[in-house]
Protein backbone atom coordinates (compact mmCIF):
# COMPACT_ATOMS: atom_id res chain seq x y z
CA UNK A 1 0.00 0.00 0.00
CA UNK A 2 1.74 3.58 -0.91
CA UNK A 3 1.27 5.75 1.42
CA UNK A 4 0.29 9.77 0.04
CA UNK A 5 0.28 12.79 2.29
CA UNK A 6 -1.36 16.13 1.06
CA UNK A 7 0.57 18.78 3.48
CA UNK A 8 -1.79 21.67 2.99
CA UNK A 9 -4.68 20.58 0.87
CA UNK A 10 -6.71 23.50 2.27
CA UNK A 11 -4.62 25.82 0.17
CA UNK A 12 -6.44 24.11 -2.74
CA UNK A 13 -9.78 25.58 -1.49
CA UNK A 14 -13.28 23.44 -2.10
CA UNK A 15 -11.73 21.66 -4.95
CA UNK A 16 -12.11 17.73 -5.26
CA UNK A 17 -9.39 16.30 -4.39
CA UNK A 18 -11.21 12.43 -4.11
CA UNK A 19 -9.47 11.85 -7.66
CA UNK A 20 -5.83 11.89 -5.65
CA UNK A 21 -7.84 8.40 -4.27
CA UNK A 22 -5.44 5.96 -6.25
CA UNK A 23 -5.93 2.09 -6.44
CA UNK A 24 -3.73 0.78 -3.47
CA UNK A 25 -2.78 3.99 -2.04
CA UNK A 26 -3.68 5.45 1.36
CA UNK A 27 -4.11 9.39 0.89
CA UNK A 28 -4.10 11.20 3.87
CA UNK A 29 -4.80 14.77 3.43
CA UNK A 30 -4.24 17.69 6.18
CA UNK A 31 -5.76 21.13 6.10
CA UNK A 32 -2.54 23.08 6.63
CA UNK A 33 0.93 21.91 8.30
CA UNK A 34 3.20 23.63 10.79
CA UNK A 35 6.52 23.42 9.95
CA UNK A 36 7.38 21.61 12.76
CA UNK A 37 5.30 18.95 11.86
CA UNK A 38 6.22 18.00 8.81
CA UNK A 39 8.72 15.27 9.63
CA UNK A 40 6.24 13.46 11.83
CA UNK A 41 3.38 13.73 9.40
CA UNK A 42 5.42 12.47 6.14
CA UNK A 43 7.55 9.60 8.28
CA UNK A 44 5.68 6.62 6.57
CA UNK A 45 4.86 8.83 3.28
CA UNK A 46 5.78 6.97 0.25
CA UNK A 47 4.83 10.31 -1.77
CA UNK A 48 4.53 13.66 -0.33
CA UNK A 49 2.02 16.47 -2.06
CA UNK A 50 2.88 19.91 -0.97
CA UNK A 51 1.65 23.45 -2.54
CA UNK A 52 3.76 25.77 -0.22
CA UNK A 53 5.14 24.24 2.71
CA UNK A 54 8.74 23.56 2.89
CA UNK A 55 10.52 20.59 2.36
CA UNK A 56 14.28 21.92 3.24
CA UNK A 57 17.38 19.95 3.51
CA UNK A 58 16.83 18.93 7.17
CA UNK A 59 13.35 17.56 6.81
CA UNK A 60 14.41 15.37 3.63
CA UNK A 61 17.37 13.90 5.03
CA UNK A 62 15.05 13.11 8.11
CA UNK A 63 12.54 10.94 5.48
CA UNK A 64 14.63 7.96 3.70
CA UNK A 65 11.36 6.33 2.89
CA UNK A 66 10.02 9.04 0.65
CA UNK A 67 10.13 8.36 -3.01
CA UNK A 68 8.50 11.13 -5.00
CA UNK A 69 7.37 14.70 -3.81
CA UNK A 70 4.57 16.44 -6.24
CA UNK A 71 4.43 20.03 -5.76
CA UNK A 72 0.63 21.31 -6.15
CA UNK A 73 2.76 24.50 -8.10
CA UNK A 74 4.88 25.63 -11.09
CA UNK A 75 7.36 27.12 -8.61
CA UNK A 76 9.22 24.53 -6.38
CA UNK A 77 11.52 27.45 -4.44
CA UNK A 78 9.76 25.37 -1.28
CA UNK A 79 11.83 21.88 -2.51
CA UNK A 80 15.79 21.65 -1.62
CA UNK A 81 16.00 20.05 -5.07
CA UNK A 82 19.86 19.32 -4.80
CA UNK A 83 19.17 17.30 -1.45
CA UNK A 84 15.98 15.46 -2.91
CA UNK A 85 17.99 14.62 -6.47
CA UNK A 86 21.21 13.53 -4.00
CA UNK A 87 18.58 11.18 -2.17
CA UNK A 88 17.22 9.95 -4.73
CA UNK A 89 13.39 11.73 -4.23
CA UNK A 90 11.62 12.46 -7.63
CA UNK A 91 9.94 15.54 -8.19
CA UNK A 92 7.66 16.81 -10.24
CA UNK A 93 5.34 19.77 -10.38
CA UNK A 94 2.43 20.88 -12.58
CA UNK A 95 2.24 23.32 -15.39
CA UNK A 96 0.26 25.11 -17.69
CA UNK A 97 -3.13 24.81 -15.40
CA UNK A 98 -3.09 28.45 -14.67
CA UNK A 99 -2.22 30.09 -18.15
CA UNK A 100 -5.54 31.90 -18.80
CA UNK A 101 -6.16 32.49 -14.51
CA UNK A 102 -2.41 34.25 -13.46
CA UNK A 103 -2.80 36.42 -16.81
CA UNK A 104 -5.80 37.46 -16.28
CA UNK A 105 -5.57 38.26 -12.46
CA UNK A 106 -2.23 40.43 -13.48
CA UNK A 107 -4.50 42.50 -15.70
CA UNK A 108 -7.26 42.75 -13.09
CA UNK A 109 -4.32 43.92 -10.77
CA UNK A 110 -3.49 47.07 -13.60
CA UNK A 111 -6.68 47.87 -14.22
CA UNK A 112 -7.38 48.40 -10.56
CA UNK A 113 -4.53 50.34 -10.70
CA UNK A 114 -4.82 52.59 -13.87
CA UNK A 115 -9.13 52.96 -13.50
CA UNK A 116 -8.99 53.58 -9.99
CA UNK A 117 -11.44 51.24 -9.12
CA UNK A 118 -11.39 50.56 -5.40
CA UNK A 119 -10.63 54.32 -4.86
CA UNK A 120 -13.94 54.78 -6.37
CA UNK A 121 -15.62 51.94 -5.01
CA UNK A 122 -14.83 53.70 -1.64
CA UNK A 123 -15.61 57.29 -2.50
CA UNK A 124 -18.80 56.06 -3.53
CA UNK A 125 -18.95 54.21 0.08
CA UNK A 126 -18.45 57.65 1.30
CA UNK A 127 -21.47 59.09 -0.48
CA UNK A 128 -19.87 61.70 -2.32
CA UNK A 129 -21.11 60.74 -6.26
CA UNK A 130 -24.91 61.29 -4.35
CA UNK A 131 -23.44 64.39 -2.92
CA UNK A 132 -21.72 65.72 -6.69
CA UNK A 133 -23.63 68.78 -8.75
CA UNK A 134 -22.45 67.06 -11.63
CA UNK A 135 -23.17 63.78 -13.52
CA UNK A 136 -19.56 62.19 -12.70
CA UNK A 137 -16.51 62.55 -10.68
CA UNK A 138 -13.42 63.41 -11.17
CA UNK A 139 -11.23 62.75 -7.91
CA UNK A 140 -8.81 60.17 -9.26
CA UNK A 141 -7.67 60.63 -12.64
CA UNK A 142 -7.55 57.14 -14.93
CA UNK A 143 -4.71 56.10 -16.98
CA UNK A 144 -4.85 55.40 -20.71
CA UNK A 145 -2.90 51.50 -21.30
CA UNK A 146 -2.74 52.19 -25.35
CA UNK A 147 0.45 53.37 -26.07
CA UNK A 148 2.30 52.85 -23.30
CA UNK A 149 5.15 50.49 -22.89
CA UNK A 150 4.47 47.27 -21.15
CA UNK A 151 7.40 45.35 -20.51
CA UNK A 152 7.53 41.14 -19.30
CA UNK A 153 10.24 39.52 -17.07
CA UNK A 154 9.78 36.09 -17.66
CA UNK A 155 8.74 34.97 -20.90
CA UNK A 156 7.15 31.43 -20.33
CA UNK A 157 3.64 30.47 -21.11
CA UNK A 158 2.05 33.09 -18.19
CA UNK A 159 4.27 35.85 -19.41
CA UNK A 160 3.33 35.43 -23.50
CA UNK A 161 -0.29 35.17 -22.34
CA UNK A 162 0.20 38.21 -20.33
CA UNK A 163 2.05 40.01 -23.06
CA UNK A 164 -0.90 39.22 -25.45
CA UNK A 165 -3.38 40.54 -23.37
CA UNK A 166 -1.10 44.16 -22.80
CA UNK A 167 -1.18 43.60 -26.54
CA UNK A 168 -4.78 43.73 -26.80
CA UNK A 169 -4.68 46.96 -25.25
CA UNK A 170 -2.61 48.64 -27.67
CA UNK A 171 0.42 48.25 -25.24
CA UNK A 172 3.78 48.41 -27.00
CA UNK A 173 5.07 45.02 -25.47
CA UNK A 174 8.92 44.53 -24.83
CA UNK A 175 10.34 41.22 -23.34
CA UNK A 176 13.48 41.48 -20.87
CA UNK A 177 16.38 39.77 -21.07
CA UNK A 178 17.80 38.05 -18.29
CA UNK A 179 19.16 40.88 -15.81
CA UNK A 180 22.82 40.31 -16.29
CA UNK A 181 22.88 38.04 -19.23
CA UNK A 182 26.19 38.31 -21.14
CA UNK A 183 24.26 37.96 -24.13
CA UNK A 184 20.52 39.59 -25.82
CA UNK A 185 18.88 37.34 -27.67
CA UNK A 186 16.97 38.25 -30.78
CA UNK A 187 13.21 39.78 -30.32
CA UNK A 188 14.79 40.78 -25.98
CA UNK A 189 16.01 43.89 -24.71
CA UNK A 190 18.40 44.21 -21.94
CA UNK A 191 17.34 43.90 -18.26
CA UNK A 192 18.23 47.86 -17.67
CA UNK A 193 17.11 48.76 -21.05
CA UNK A 194 13.66 47.80 -20.63
CA UNK A 195 12.95 48.85 -17.18
CA UNK A 196 13.99 51.88 -18.07
CA UNK A 197 11.39 52.23 -20.80
CA UNK A 198 8.44 50.67 -18.67
CA UNK A 199 5.27 52.08 -18.42
CA UNK A 200 4.23 48.74 -17.15
CA UNK A 201 6.87 45.80 -15.40
CA UNK A 202 4.59 42.84 -15.06
CA UNK A 203 6.67 39.80 -13.42
CA UNK A 204 6.22 36.18 -14.29
CA UNK A 205 9.58 34.56 -13.49
CA UNK A 206 10.55 31.78 -11.22
CA UNK A 207 12.34 32.94 -7.96
CA UNK A 208 15.81 31.60 -7.64
CA UNK A 209 19.12 33.05 -6.35
CA UNK A 210 19.38 34.67 -9.14
CA UNK A 211 15.85 36.38 -9.48
CA UNK A 212 15.78 37.01 -5.43
CA UNK A 213 14.98 40.95 -5.17
CA UNK A 214 15.36 40.98 -8.55
CA UNK A 215 13.89 44.54 -8.25
CA UNK A 216 15.40 46.23 -5.42
CA UNK A 217 16.74 49.89 -4.77
CA UNK A 218 19.26 50.53 -7.62
CA UNK A 219 16.84 48.77 -9.79
CA UNK A 220 13.57 50.51 -8.91
CA UNK A 221 15.68 53.48 -9.86
CA UNK A 222 15.76 52.62 -13.32
CA UNK A 223 11.82 52.62 -13.56
CA UNK A 224 10.45 55.80 -15.00
CA UNK A 225 7.84 58.04 -13.09
CA UNK A 226 4.80 56.80 -13.22
CA UNK A 227 5.72 52.96 -13.55
CA UNK A 228 3.32 50.16 -12.65
CA UNK A 229 5.06 47.45 -10.73
CA UNK A 230 2.41 44.02 -11.33
CA UNK A 231 3.65 40.93 -9.74
CA UNK A 232 2.09 37.71 -9.65
CA UNK A 233 4.90 35.63 -9.61
CA UNK A 234 7.01 35.37 -6.11
CA UNK A 235 7.12 37.86 -3.70
CA UNK A 236 10.37 37.32 -3.07
CA UNK A 237 11.72 39.08 -6.65
CA UNK A 238 10.91 42.28 -4.46
CA UNK A 239 12.66 43.98 -1.80
CA UNK A 240 9.42 44.90 -0.07
CA UNK A 241 11.09 47.72 1.66
CA UNK A 242 12.70 49.52 -1.18
CA UNK A 243 9.38 49.10 -3.01
CA UNK A 244 7.85 50.62 0.02
CA UNK A 245 10.11 54.02 -0.10
CA UNK A 246 9.12 54.55 -3.66
CA UNK A 247 5.10 53.57 -3.10
CA UNK A 248 5.59 56.57 -0.20
CA UNK A 249 6.74 59.11 -2.31
CA UNK A 250 4.30 58.15 -5.14
CA UNK A 251 6.56 57.64 -7.54
CA UNK A 252 6.02 54.18 -8.14
CA UNK A 253 2.90 52.20 -7.81
CA UNK A 254 2.02 48.15 -7.61
CA UNK A 255 -0.16 45.75 -7.98
CA UNK A 256 0.67 43.05 -5.98
CA UNK A 257 -0.73 38.77 -5.77
CA UNK A 258 2.17 37.37 -3.66
CA UNK A 259 4.53 38.91 -0.73
CA UNK A 260 7.94 37.49 0.47
CA UNK A 261 6.08 35.99 3.30
CA UNK A 262 2.47 34.39 3.27
CA UNK A 263 0.69 34.56 4.89
CA UNK A 264 1.80 37.70 5.93
CA UNK A 265 1.72 39.08 9.39
CA UNK A 266 -0.88 42.05 10.23
CA UNK A 267 1.91 43.85 10.86
CA UNK A 268 3.77 43.35 7.36
CA UNK A 269 4.92 46.55 6.29
CA UNK A 270 3.07 46.67 3.10
CA UNK A 271 -0.65 45.96 4.21
CA UNK A 272 0.27 48.91 6.50
CA UNK A 273 0.61 51.26 3.22
CA UNK A 274 -3.04 52.17 2.38
CA UNK A 275 -2.86 54.03 -0.48
CA UNK A 276 -4.09 54.62 -3.67
CA UNK A 277 -0.80 53.71 -5.15
CA UNK A 278 -0.95 50.21 -3.93
CA UNK A 279 -3.18 47.42 -4.31
CA UNK A 280 -3.08 44.07 -2.68
CA UNK A 281 -4.67 40.17 -3.66
CA UNK A 282 -3.88 37.18 -0.83
CA UNK A 283 -2.12 35.26 -4.21
CA UNK A 284 -5.34 34.54 -5.52
CA UNK A 285 -4.81 35.23 -9.39
CA UNK A 286 -3.62 31.22 -10.05
CA UNK A 287 -6.71 29.82 -7.88
CA UNK A 288 -9.69 29.85 -10.21
CA UNK A 289 -12.17 27.12 -9.93
CA UNK A 290 -10.79 25.67 -13.07
CA UNK A 291 -7.64 26.14 -13.04
CA UNK A 292 -7.55 23.92 -9.21
CA UNK A 293 -9.73 21.23 -11.21
CA UNK A 294 -7.07 21.55 -14.22
CA UNK A 295 -4.29 20.82 -11.44
CA UNK A 296 -5.57 18.18 -9.39
CA UNK A 297 -5.62 16.17 -12.73
CA UNK A 298 -2.27 17.20 -13.09
CA UNK A 299 -1.07 15.75 -9.80
CA UNK A 300 -3.51 12.68 -10.36
CA UNK A 301 -1.55 12.14 -13.86
CA UNK A 302 2.22 13.01 -11.96
CA UNK A 303 1.54 10.13 -9.41
CA UNK A 304 -0.05 7.77 -11.69
CA UNK A 305 2.77 7.80 -13.92
CA UNK A 306 5.51 7.63 -10.95
CA UNK A 307 3.41 4.35 -9.65
CA UNK A 308 3.95 2.75 -13.52
CA UNK A 309 7.37 3.78 -13.52
CA UNK A 310 7.63 6.58 -15.86
CA UNK A 311 8.30 9.99 -15.32
CA UNK A 312 5.83 13.01 -16.31
CA UNK A 313 6.87 16.58 -15.59
CA UNK A 314 9.45 15.68 -13.09
CA UNK A 315 12.57 18.10 -12.67
Not at 12 to 24: A, E, K
Not at 49 to 62: F, G, H, R, S, T
Not at 210 to 231: H, S, V
Request: aromatic share 4%.
Amino acid sequence: MTHIVFLDAGSMGDTDLSMLQLPDCQLQCFASTAQQLVTERLAEADIAIVNKVELNQDILQALPKLKLICVAATGVNNIALTTAIRQGIKVCNVRDYADTAVPQHAMALLLGLTNQICNYQQTLARGEWSQSPHFCLHSHPLTELDGKCFVVVGYGALGQATARLAAAFGMRVLISEHAGAEHCREGRVRFNEALSQADVLSLHCPLTADTEQLLNRGTLALLPDGAIIINTARGGLIDESALLNELKTGRLAAGLDVLCSEPPAASHILLQHARPNLLLTPHIGWATPAARSRMTVQLRENISAFLAGHSLRQL
